[in-house]
């Protein structure tokens, strides 16, 4: 199911919610009516919190249906709160928005290139899953720029051949460059998304909203 939404009026979801198949987690202060349209698009749990006392827990944390990846600037109690659901991960790098330089789904995972080597190695060993390195567009922050689900992908607008091969092959489902939002090249930033559904900016335009459906196969 697609579902338009907003948080306090802010059209540009991903950047405060995140979601896996089971679960979706959305900031502490979100509207009830904000739940309530994650409940119906995503068909996942919904667990209300901070990170590192913000309310940005889409840039600062990656999930799939296996663990959670979060920033190292995240608290004690809100670790403490992932784990009840599933293992979580501190990301100990300078580059420590996981949400924003990590994209995952349960077939692989895409990474910021700049991550130290260290960094790599411990992802792989939570994550189980091989980290490719990658530039989106010119853009570095390969979860802002993409969204990627179970069942599809998609990416800046911009986004080279080789650049949606890759992505493609790395997380074994087929991506679409699409804007959201009302034009919008950042996409990673405008949807929560799993394979149910997905919560989309409310200012998405109808054209750009049938796109999604079919790079997501929302049907």
């Known amino acids: 199911m697609l ?9 540009y979801l ?11 987690l959305m900031p502490s202060d979100a509207h009830p009516s904000l739940v ?8 996942a749990e919904t667990v209300k919190l901070t990170m590192s006392s913000c309310h940005i827990l889409g840039s600062l944390v990656a999930m799939n249906s296996n663990g959670i990846v979060v920033t190292n600037q995240a608290e004690s109690a809100e670790i403490r709160k992932l784990e009840e659901h599933l293992p979580v991960l501190k990301l100990e790098d300078r580059l420590n928005a996981a949400g924003n330089n990590i994209l995952i789904n349960d077939h692989g995972a895409v990474v910021n290139r700049n991550f130290r080597p260290g960094t790599i190695e411990a992802l792989e060993d939570f994550l189980g899953l091989e980290c ?3 530039r989106v567009a010119g853009m570095d922050t390969v979860g802002s720029v993409c969204r990627v689900t179970n069942k599809g992908g998609i990416c800046h607008p911009k986004a080279s051949e080789r650049e949606v091969s890759v992505l493609s092959e ?22 929560v998304a799993n394979s149910h559904g997905a919560l989309v900016g409310e200012t998405s335009t109808p054209i750009e909203l049938g796109r999604l459906e079919d790079a997501l196969h929302l049907f």
Do not use: H, W
């Open 3 to 11: 579902k338009l939404s907003s948080y306090g009026g802010n059209p």
């Open 14 to 24: 991903g950047v405060y919610c995140v979601s896996n198949d089971s679960l979706a």
């Open 36 to 43: 309530e349209d994650s409940g119906q698009a995503l068909g």
């Open 132 to 134: 490719v390195r990658l």
């Open 170 to 191: 790395a997380l074994n489902v087929d991506f679409s460059p699409i804007t959201l939002n009302y034009g919008s090249a950042r996409v990673g930033a405008c949807i």
